[in-house]
């Protein structure tokens, strides 16, 4: 009776949701059903996957949240963008005993080890780890790290600091005793974990259409603009697997926190074409939808809701925007270089603004109407696309562009309302757009600065990547010694060789990114000002140094120093396979006037040696595997 009773509360507070996830198995076989408080019952059907219901308490959550066993697949699951006033209301509510929806994860495999895959409760999970990690307080007062051994532990060893004023420790205690509702799906394919959370916010309650529509697609456009979106927002992780404890550091947060996003941060908000709540909403990632479409569809489609629905349906329908059209120009076009077209002209957006000193919305916008201004830059960015994919075209100098749009939507050019926005209406204003603005772009045939010319955007996004994968990144100040730029440091790049093995050796599939010339230590960058006179540039806790100060010292060129790399990598202890397609990987980009060089190490078929030796990553760490290890090592390759 007791777990009848617990599976009807959970349903219920799961809501909508929890109709849709019993209604995806009417018509089928029934499921294996294992309902169970401790010391409960038990009942079961006849499939190969369960499905278990049990309260569990905070402090047993808490304890598996640090033993990071909670995953976050971000092929389906939304941002962590919960602003700090729902999070307290969350903790509010568990204090007064009040019921919490459902938790809804799944049992996987990630690495070899056990995991549990959060479906439903991103946000909840994480409001309480954050409270009791005294991340924000709830009435001004925050949780006593004493209460619980784990962060007791951790208060101990200086991993967290105990803010105050402090909640009453029985209060504390009776909070961690709180026991949630958490159901496990075990035993369930990739497919059928996307088709739950797929159900479970299909009615719209939970997530926005456009959270919807990319919700477990795997569909070419959705993969796209996933990509494009996070790279904007500043959220972007190297793999679709992200470990619940790192997730805070890429939230989007509403307050100037220590960790995460601060939304007015985000180049959307923070040049007012959308608001803090569409952000959060995913209108964000509703808007790169319609830009990429406009970048990869000729003649221009229409752009509404129907048309976005179409580019992610599998369907034959009559629309423009079908997914089998979409996906037909992508690979023609190749994913790549629609995502540089993209980020270039973003760029491009953003660099001008820098110069102009003023918002968007302020600056091009001065005859105010919040609503239409998404389609005011939607239009800009697809002209300015136009002009530099197009027509081969650049600025003339991005102070005469950001002059020319200066007032530039107060001009006799009608932008539509809401709705649909019609194909031809649209090519039209995009047509105008450009013979306005033509007159301040020349031709280029600087080709080598093209190609020297990384995205600063996309640079930033993959630095920030760091954050949640340190095995697979590694960040160099330069192939120098700090203290003699002009000496070329062997012992230094022959660890790069050995690290780039051990990036290698991670998984099947793994891809690595090792930057050369951005220091992780403020005293490298220190340094390197004192005796170079560069001073670095800021990204969160990283500096850019770049390696022209190096290269001037030794007197090469970019080209020069290029082909020694590659002889010294193919030369390197490193076996001459992987050498070879390391080399291959080895580019050097500039970022706001800072030379840096960047390589892929990517894993093959099989693990790989330096000087004779396998080499695996442990977080930051590198280190050897001798033994019986070997051959845990070479079951990471299955083909191998």
């Known amino acids: 009776m007791v777990a009848v009773q617990l599976v009807a ?7 909508a949701g929890a109709g849709n996830l019993l209604s995806a198995n009417r018509g089928r076989s029934p499921s294996t059903v294992t309902v169970s408080l401790r010391g409960g019952t038990t009942v079961t059907g006849n499939e190969n996957t369960e499905l278990s219901v049990k309260g569990e308490s905070l402090q047993q959550l808490y304890s598996d949240y640090i033993q990071n066993r909670f995953l976050i697949n971000r092929r389906y699951q939304r ?7 729902e999070k307290q209301r969350l903790i509010d509510s568990a204090l007064k005993k009040l019921p919490i929806p459902l938790i809804l994860l799944a049992e996987s495999q990630y690495e070899g080890n056990a995991r549990l ?15 009791i990690e005294n991340k924000y307080p709830v009435d001004g007062k925050y949780f006593d790290l004493e209460t619980l051994s784990d962060t007791k532990f951790l208060k101990d060893s200086s991993s967290l600091l105990q803010r105050e004023p402090v909640w009453d420790r029985a209060a504390c205690r009776d909070f961690t005793n709180y026991h949630l509702p958490v159901s496990t799906y075990r035993s369930a394919s990739e497919s059928s974990v996307d088709e739950v959370f797929r159900r479970i916010n299909s009615s719209g309650r939970h997530l926005s259409l456009q959270e919807i529509r990319q919700a477990g697609s795997v569909a070419e456009i959705a993969s796209l603009v996933r990509r494009v979106s996070a790279a904007i927002r500043g959220d972007a992780s190297l793999t679709d697997y992200v470990n619940l404890q790192d997730m805070p550091k890429i939230s989007i947060t ?5 960790y995460g996003i601060y939304d007015a941060d985000i180049f959307w908000v923070k040049n007012g074409i959308l608001s803090r709540d569409a952000v959060r909403e995913s209108r964000d990632e509703e808007l790169v939808l319609d830009l990429l479409l406009d970048l990869i569809l000729r003649p221009l489609a229409s752009s509404g809701t129907e048309y976005r629905n179409a580019a992610y349906s599998d369907e034959r329908v009559s629309h423009s925007t079908s997914g089998l059209s979409v996906r037909a120009r992508l690979l023609s076009m190749g994913r790549g270089e629609v995502e540089r077209r993209f980020m270039e002209t973003l760029d491009l957006i953003t660099e001008t603004l820098e110069v102009a000193g003023t918002p968007y919305s302020a600056w091009a916008v001065t005859q105010q109407n919040p609503r239409g ?102 960040l160099k100040q330069g192939f120098c010694l700090v203290n003699d730029p002009s000496r070329f440091d062997d012992n230094s790049f022959e660890k790069i060789m050995k690290i780039s093995s051990a990036m290698a050796n991670t998984r099947a599939g793994a ?24 001073e670095s540039y800021k990204i969160d806790r990283f500096h850019v140094t770049g390696t022209q100060h190096e290269l001037d010292k030794m007197r090469r060129s970019v080209d020069e120093h290029f082909r020694w790399l590659i002889e010294r990598i193919k030369s390197s202890k490193l076996e001459r396979r992987f050498a070879d397609v390391l080399a291959g990987t080895l580019s050097p980009f500039r970022y706001r006037d800072y030379l840096l060089w960047k390589l892929e190490p990517t894993a093959m078929n099989s693990p790989v040696t330096h000087d004779g030796k396998f080499f695996v990553r442990s977080g930051p760490a590198t280190a050897e595997v001798t033994g019986t290890g070997i051959v845990d090592l070479v079951r990471r390759f299955p083909s191998s």
Not at 79 to 85: C, G, M, N, R, S
Not at 120 to 129: K, N, T, W
């Open 373 to 474: 201004i998404p389609r005011h830059f939607h239009a800009l960015f697809v002209a300015l696309e136009q002009l530099l994919h197009e027509e081969n075209l650049v600025p003339k100098s991005k102070a005469e562009l950001a002059q020319a749009l200066k007032g530039f939507w107060d001009k006799d050019l009608s932008v539509p309302g809401g709705g649909n926005w019609g194909g031809n209406r649209k090519t039209a204003l995009i047509e105008s757009v450009k013979g306005a603005l033509r007159k301040h772009f020349q031709p280029t045939t600087d080709e080598h600065a093209l190609k020297l010319q990384e995205h600063a955007l996309r640079f930033e996004s993959t630095l920030r990547m760091a954050l949640t994968e340190d095995a697979l990144f590694e």
């Open 254 to 258: 509403n307050k100037d926190l220590e």
């Open 9 to 15: 509360t959970s349903m219920l507070m799961l809501g």
């Open 117 to 131: 895959e959060v479906i439903d409760g991103l946000q909840r999970l994480d409001a309480i780890f954050s409270f």
């Open 79 to 85: 941002k962590l963008v919960w602003a700090v006033e």
């Open 511 to 534: 891809k690595g990114v090792i930057f050369i010339g951005v220091a992780d230590d403020t005293d490298d960058a220190t340094s390197i000002q004192r005796l170079t006179g560069v």
